[in-house]
């Protein structure tokens, strides 16, 4: 039987973890490195390390702090931020990741998702996607150039550079989904805007919407602070989950969280 995987997330901006509500507001949560490895000891599955302002600043992600906590991490790691162009991915596997992820540029060109995958393989390459509800009334505004999903009343759209632009009904969300999987994607880190950082919980239509087109490993993020839901999660679909604020404010340890998932039954990794 697979198991659930529970991975903490590290937004990084200035070579400090920082955590916001709906990627805004943000405040510092500590080293990344220390935290890592907190976290490892904890019994986390994964980690994941997003540099949330490279996009904005126009530039690579920052790879010391990617080097920085491979030094002492023993558990798979993906890195996202700045993803621009492959060699960018390349620089950070060079570095110790395990899994890029690629979310703005990939959305400007969707063959980087096909380059990626040819390059480094499918295991390697994930597409973040930050969704936004779009209300019956949204008109939104299309910053895509290509692969326009067309997007239905109560549809999510893509945002992209950290939250700052919304797609509109020219990109929805769950059509963009399918399509990153038909060009190579292994693994898809699905965000909601409306619900991070907010504590309300994972956006379960989301994940049941994309689940149902994409047959590769949905990681749902965004909205959690209970262990409740994170077993919500799960049952509508989610491989894994992603959570930050429940971990770095210290109200929960990965190990208390894994262990009582187990107890109502889904399929952990206990040490």
Same mark, same amino acid.
């Given at each position: 039987?697979?198991?659930?995987? +529970?991975?903490?997330?590290?937004?990084?901006?200035?070579?400090?973890?920082?955590?916001?509500?709906?990627?805004q507001?943000?405040?510092d949560?500590?080293?990344? +490195?220390?935290?890592?490895?907190?976290?490892?000891?904890?019994?986390a599955?994964?980690? +994941?390390?997003?540099?949330?302002?490279?996009?904005?600043?126009?530039?690579?992600?920052?790879?010391?702090?990617i080097?920085?906590?491979?030094?002492? !991490?023993?558990?798979?790691?993906?890195?996202?931020?700045?993803?621009?162009?492959?060699?960018?991915?390349?620089?950070?596997?060079?570095?110790?990741?395990?899994k890029?992820?690629?979310?703005?540029?990939?959305?400007?060109?969707?063959?980087?998702?096909?380059?990626?995958?040819?390059?480094?393989?499918?295991?390697?390459?994930?597409?973040?996607?930050?969704?936004?509800? @779009?209300?019956? #009334?949204?008109?939104?505004?299309?910053?895509c150039?290509?692969?326009? $999903?067309?997007?239905?009343?109560?549809?999510?759209?893509?945002?992209v550079?950290?939250?700052?632009?919304? @797609?509109?009904?020219?990109?929805?969300?769950?059509?963009?989904?399918?399509?990153?999987?038909?060009?190579?994607?292994?693994?898809?880190? @699905?965000?909601?805007?409306?619900?991070?950082?907010?504590?309300? $919980?994972?956006?379960?239509?989301?994940?049941?919407?994309v689940?149902?087109?994409?047959?590769?490993?949905?990681?749902?993020?965004? $909205?959690?602070?209970?262990v409740?839901? !994170?077993?919500?999660?799960?049952?509508?679909?989610? #491989?894994?989950?992603?959570a930050?604020?429940i971990?770095?404010? #210290?109200?929960?340890?990965?190990?208390?969280?894994?262990?009582? !998932?187990?107890?109502?039954?889904?399929?952990?990794r206990?040490?």
């Amino acid at each position: 039987m697979l198991t659930h995987r +529970v991975i903490p997330c590290l937004d990084v901006k200035g070579g400090r973890v920082v955590k916001g509500v709906r990627f805004q507001g943000l405040r510092d949560a500590g080293d990344p +490195v220390e935290r890592a490895l907190a976290y490892q000891q904890q019994g986390a599955d994964e980690i +994941v390390v997003l540099d949330v302002s490279a996009t904005v600043e126009a530039r690579s992600h920052q790879t010391e702090v990617i080097a920085g906590i491979r030094a002492g !991490l023993m558990l798979p790691l993906t890195a996202g931020g700045g993803v621009r162009v492959a060699d960018d991915a390349a620089r950070l596997l060079e570095h110790g990741a395990d899994k890029v992820a690629v979310n703005t540029a990939a959305v400007a060109r969707p063959e980087l998702i096909d380059e990626l995958a040819a390059r480094f393989g499918s295991q390697c390459t994930v597409v973040s996607i930050d969704a936004r509800f @779009l209300h019956e #009334d949204t008109t939104g505004a299309s910053g895509c150039a290509s692969g326009a $999903g067309a997007g239905a009343p109560g549809d999510w759209e893509v945002v992209v550079r950290a939250g700052r632009e919304g @797609l509109g009904r020219a990109r929805s969300a769950v059509a963009w989904a399918h399509e990153v999987v038909e060009r190579g994607a292994g693994e898809i880190l @699905l965000t909601s805007w409306d619900r991070d950082g907010t504590g309300v $919980g994972y956006d379960l239509d989301l994940i049941r919407a994309v689940s149902a087109v994409a047959d590769v490993p949905i990681i749902a993020s965004g $909205g959690a602070r209970e262990v409740s839901h !994170l077993a919500e999660a799960f049952e509508a679909g989610a #491989d894994a989950v992603l959570a930050a604020t429940i971990f770095h404010d #210290d109200e929960r340890t990965v190990s208390e969280i894994k262990q009582r !998932l187990a107890e109502q039954g889904f399929a952990m990794r206990l040490e």
